[in-house]
């Protein structure tokens, strides 16, 4: 299992780091992703790394956002850049099968925790 933290309130053009750390001893082994859901809006994957260190992120992320992994930490971490208030979601991470394209990459299975909340004001 896999859980997001390090979520907050920040103002537009700020940055925010996002943990999402994992129990076990298999982290290494998987490809990680972060997926966002605003209000009113489906659940989207923003970036993930593969077990490789593979990166692959959403057009619109791309060149803001960092996917990182610490195998040593068991814990994947996502940089965010340049925030923008469209950006203003909650955030969660989940073991995904890795794709080289970005959007047939999908998670492994439905569990998704609480999430981490982050808020972007204009």
């Known amino acids: 299992q896999l859980q997001a933290s390090g979520g907050g309130l920040v103002q537009a053009g700020g940055s925010l780091r996002l943990s999402c750390a994992a129990s076990g001893s298999t982290f290494n082994s998987y490809s990680v992703g972060w997926f966002r859901q605003a209000p009113g809006k489906q659940r989207e994957l923003v970036a993930s790394i593969s077990s490789g260190r593979g990166t692959n992120y959403a057009d619109s992320v791309k060149g803001l956002f960092t996917i990182s992994r610490d195998n040593a930490k068991n814990t994947a971490y996502l940089q965010m850049n340049s925030l923008k208030p469209e950006d203003t979601a909650v955030y969660y991470c989940?073991?995904?099968?890795?794709?080289?394209?970005?959007?047939?990459?999908?998670?492994?299975?439905?569990?998704w925790g609480q999430g981490t909340e982050v808020t972007v004001s204009s």
């Open positions: 989940n073991y995904v099968w890795f794709r080289a394209s970005h959007d047939f990459t999908r998670p492994t299975n439905d569990y």
